[in-house]
């Protein structure tokens, strides 16, 4: 069983950064990672996936030069560096893995949560105007 921890939310004005951290307690090679966010009342919509040996980075049109996702494998921890935040970003945030996958298969599903196997409990973040 893979536990995720999210750590970084907050409240800040528009214009604001923050950076999410989610620490994971395995890890493995070939594990497809996401950021994913939700409003209530809307579904889950994914913000941005990486591939555990880096060579896959996506992001959704909204998070596109404004978020940066990265990892740290010595420290078994992913992160969603937010930048420019804009109140519509408010929203809790979770991070996702799922591991044994391809490459390929994070690609194909970069935004599907239902390809993801563990979701951390979710941090809030809130951009006020």
């Known amino acids: 069983q893979v536990e995720l921890v999210e750590s970084g939310g907050g409240s800040v004005q528009a214009g604001g950064s923050l950076r999410l951290s989610c620490r994971y307690s395995?890890?493995?090679?070939?594990?497809?990672m996401g950021w994913f966010r939700q409003t209530p009342g809307k579904s889950r919509e994914g913000v941005a996936t990486?591939?555990?040996?880096?060579?896959?980075?996506e992001y959704a049109d909204f998070s596109a030069g404004r978020f940066t996702i990265s990892q740290d494998s010595a420290k078994n921890t992913l992160y969603l560096e937010l930048n420019s935040l804009k109140p519509e970003d408010t929203a809790v945030y979770y991070c996702a893995r799922t591991p044994g996958v391809s490459q390929d298969y994070c690609f194909r599903n970069r935004f599907n949560r239902g390809a993801f196997d563990y979701w951390g409990q979710g941090t809030q973040v809130t951009v006020s105007s």
């Open positions: 395995t890890y493995t090679d070939n594990v497809c």
């Open positions: 990486t591939f555990s040996g880096g060579g896959l980075t």
